[in-house]
């Protein structure tokens, strides 16, 4: 007999957040703990997942709880470990077996893969891509990150780690070093850090007048603050960015030919700055029977919520 609840697990670099959810979507309970150990502390990060679930499932009982989800970076849905994450330091250059780990300790099935892949289900299950069978989900944060539904199903690969389309190269020669080691990847333009990287470049390249000349540390919502108060170099900032994940898009819309892109992340709240050229660049690349029949469209979800109700997507 299906079970009333199921926990929502989201493993950042400095925080995770912890949720139990009902068969409507609705976050019954939720709480955030510290991601931050050291890197032989793994165990450690771990019992603290198991003893907070425990908590959260007090008054509900562990025994209404169907199952566990978890999406977190660098996870692999195949083996249920994360491997070798970097921004992470217990499981930097290691695997760690999440959740096997979590199963035994809290006796239920424990479902694991990266957080982009728990945002496209989580949009798919509870948000603006409830019926749609074929889309894409960009999570535009620290990185790019990409879920790719296909027929409804999520693609994995052979390995379990397909769909980094972060990590497709936009700029052949002369592009910017990556922390996955190559250059010129769509992270490092598109992303909320390669945004604030375009800032910093072009106000070194030019005297053009500019609020962001008077940051010191220059991030990506210091640049739409600035476009938000009509700042030349910041809006063409935005629609440059625009620009280059409309090509991508283009791409990525040969091979799957999906029904929608589902834009979601921090850098997608810059979206009244980003639609535009998105649209334009997308639609002038893409080929001429595919033209205006692919949606873009932003994540329903409220941020706050969206990470819970992924990895709690997964556990149904």
């Known amino acids: 007999m299906e079970k009333p609840y199921v926990v929502g697990v989201d ?64 996870a692999n849905y195949y083996t249920g470990n994360i491997e070798d994450a970097a921004n992470i330091a217990w ?28 945002a496209a289900v989580g949009e798919m299950t509870y948000g603006a891509a409830r019926g749609m069978k074929d889309f894409i989900m960009i999570t535009l944060g620290t990185g790019v990150g990409s879920g790719i539904v296909i027929n409804g199903q999520l693609v994995y690969g052979h390995d379990g780690f397909a769909g980094e389309l972060g990590h497709t190269c936009v700029v052949r020669h002369n592009g910017r070093p990556c922390g996955c080691g190559k250059t010129g990847c769509l992270e490092t ?38 476009a938000k108060l009509g700042d030349k170099m910041a809006i063409e900032i935005f629609n440059f960015t625009g620009r280059i994940l409309g090509q991508s898009f283009a791409d990525f819309v040969a091979f799957s030919a999906p029904e929608a892109i589902v834009l979601f992340g921090g850098l997608a709240r810059s979206w009244e700055f980003l639609e535009k050229p998105i649209r334009e660049s997308m639609e002038a690349n893409l080929l001429n029977y595919w033209k205006g029949k692919i949606a873009l469209i932003h994540s329903s979800l409220r941020e706050s919520d969206a990470a819970i109700l992924g990895g709690s997507a997964l556990a149904w």
């Open 11 to 74: 493993v950042g670099g400095q925080t995770t957040k912890i949720g139990i959810v009902n068969r409507r979507g609705d976050i019954v309970i939720q709480t955030v703990i510290n991601s931050l150990y050291n890197p032989d502390e793994a165990g450690k990060f771990m019992d603290a997942v198991c003893d907070t679930v425990r908590a959260l499932a007090k008054d509900i009982g562990m025994d209404q709880i169907q199952g566990v989800g978890i999406g977190a970076p660098n």
């Open 91 to 118: 499981a930097k250059g290691k695997s760690i077996p999440l959740g096997k780990t979590l199963s035994e300790n809290l006796g239920v099935p424990v479902t694991v893969t990266n957080d982009a892949n728990a």
């Open 189 to 226: 333009y598109c992303s909320a850090v390669g945004v604030a990287r375009t800032a910093r470049e072009w106000l070194n390249m030019s005297s053009e007048p500019s609020i962001l000349r008077t940051s010191t540390e220059i991030t990506s919502k210091d640049v739409y603050d600035a």
